[in-house]
């Protein structure tokens, strides 16, 4: 099982080198279920293979001009912020057990899974329905930032309860409220991904013990990834992949479900 679970580590680094985001959703899945680490634990170990994978795809980026570092300011400010205050505080002071019906007892891991299912439906909807948008211009080339500000906030809500990157939701900010091109947001997508998903794993340092040589392992593997998936990010059609690989999201959030929901009745 660990061999499909680097296997799709690598796919994760491609998914966010050739789109900016989207690949990130199937690390958690991977861990708890190819690695067996407990959810909410998983959530930790999430953050820093994103972080890392998203750094060095910021890197490839940024040397290509690609990265605007003032979007990546503006969002990432309210982000970061809401990451920290997510893993520090609100993410340990939810109880083990939240409620009951009958047998089943709905516990703080399943329902991360459960939520964590919801957010591959909405990333799997976007990828499928929605056409990669264009830049604005003239007059509508306005910058948003109270929007970008919002989005940050939810952003960092999103990746610091569950430990995914964000990125369906980032690129299309940074699209309508920056007007930045495809190539720029998707460069800066990362080093917004990266800041909130690495600012995020410090805070979990304090409240949780990591297996140092298993998740260095899976985090060169997404990076290798990455690595590829820059290389052949001009030679494939961006929405194609991306409708292909949200059906992808769609069926494994749908077993997610079935997996949690059948294994706990």
Same mark, same amino acid.
């Given at each position: 099982? #660990?061999? &499909?679970?680097?296997?799709?580590?690598?796919?994760?680094?491609?998914?966010?080198?050739?789109?900016?985001?989207?690949?990130?959703?199937?690390?958690?899945?991977?861990?708890?279920? *190819?690695?067996?680490? #407990?959810?909410?634990?998983?959530?930790?170990?999430?953050?820093?293979?994103?972080?890392?994978?998203?750094?060095?795809? &910021?890197?490839?980026?940024?040397?290509?001009?690609?990265?605007?570092? $003032?979007?990546?300011?503006?969002?990432?400010?309210?982000?970061?912020?809401?990451?920290?205050?997510?893993?520090?505080?609100?993410?340990?002071?939810?109880?083990? @057990? *939240?409620?009951?019906?009958?047998?089943?007892?709905?516990? $703080?891991?399943? &329902?991360?899974?459960?939520?964590?299912?919801?957010?591959?439906?909405? &990333?799997?909807?976007?990828?499928? @329905? $929605?056409?990669?948008?264009?830049?604005?211009?003239?007059?509508?080339? @306005?910058?948003?930032?109270?929007?970008?500000?919002?989005?940050?906030?939810?952003?960092?809500?999103?990746?610091?309860?569950?430990?995914?990157?964000?990125?369906?939701? %980032?690129?299309?900010?940074? *699209?309508?409220?920056?007007? *930045?091109?495809?190539?720029?947001?998707?460069?800066?997508?990362?080093?917004?991904?990266?800041?909130?998903?690495?600012?995020?794993?410090?805070?979990?340092?304090?409240?949780?013990?990591?297996?140092?040589?298993?998740?260095?392992?899976?985090?060169?593997?997404?990076?290798?990834?990455?690595?590829?998936?820059?290389?052949?990010?001009?030679?494939? @059609?961006?929405? #194609?992949?991306?409708?292909?690989?949200?059906?992808?999201?769609?069926?494994?959030? %749908?077993?997610?479900?079935?997996? #949690?929901?059948?294994?706990?009745?």
């Amino acid at each position: 099982m #660990e061999i &499909a679970g680097y296997f799709t580590a690598l796919l994760t680094g491609i998914s966010l080198g050739l789109i900016g985001g989207g690949g990130s959703i199937l690390t958690i899945p991977v861990l708890v279920y *190819l690695f067996h680490i #407990e959810p909410v634990l998983a959530t930790g170990y999430s953050l820093f293979i994103v972080g890392g994978s998203s750094l060095a795809g &910021a890197y490839l980026n940024y040397r290509k001009q690609l990265v605007n570092l $003032k979007a990546a300011f503006y969002f990432g400010l309210s982000s970061i912020i809401t990451v920290v205050i997510m893993r520090k505080f609100v993410v340990p002071a939810i109880p083990t @057990q *939240l409620f009951s019906i009958g047998s089943f007892v709905m516990t $703080k891991s399943i &329902a991360v899974m459960l939520l964590f299912a919801v957010v591959m439906f909405v &990333a799997a909807f976007n990828m499928i @329905q $929605k056409e990669t948008p264009c830049t604005a211009a003239g007059n509508d080339r @306005q910058l948003h930032l109270t929007k970008a500000l919002i989005r940050g906030v939810e952003t960092g809500i999103l990746t610091g309860l569950l430990g995914a990157g964000g990125g369906f939701i %980032i690129i299309p900010v940074l *699209l309508f409220s920056f007007h *930045l091109d495809m190539k720029e947001a998707v460069g800066t997508s990362l080093l917004i991904i990266a800041m909130n998903s690495l600012f995020g794993f410090l805070g979990d340092l304090a409240h949780h013990q990591f297996n140092w040589a298993l998740l260095l392992t899976i985090t060169a593997t997404s990076i290798v990834g990455m690595f590829i998936g820059d290389r052949f990010k001009a030679k494939l @059609q961006g929405n #194609e992949l991306k409708k292909g690989f949200g059906w992808f999201v769609l069926v494994m959030g %749908i077993c997610i479900v079935v997996k #949690e929901l059948l294994s706990n009745v």
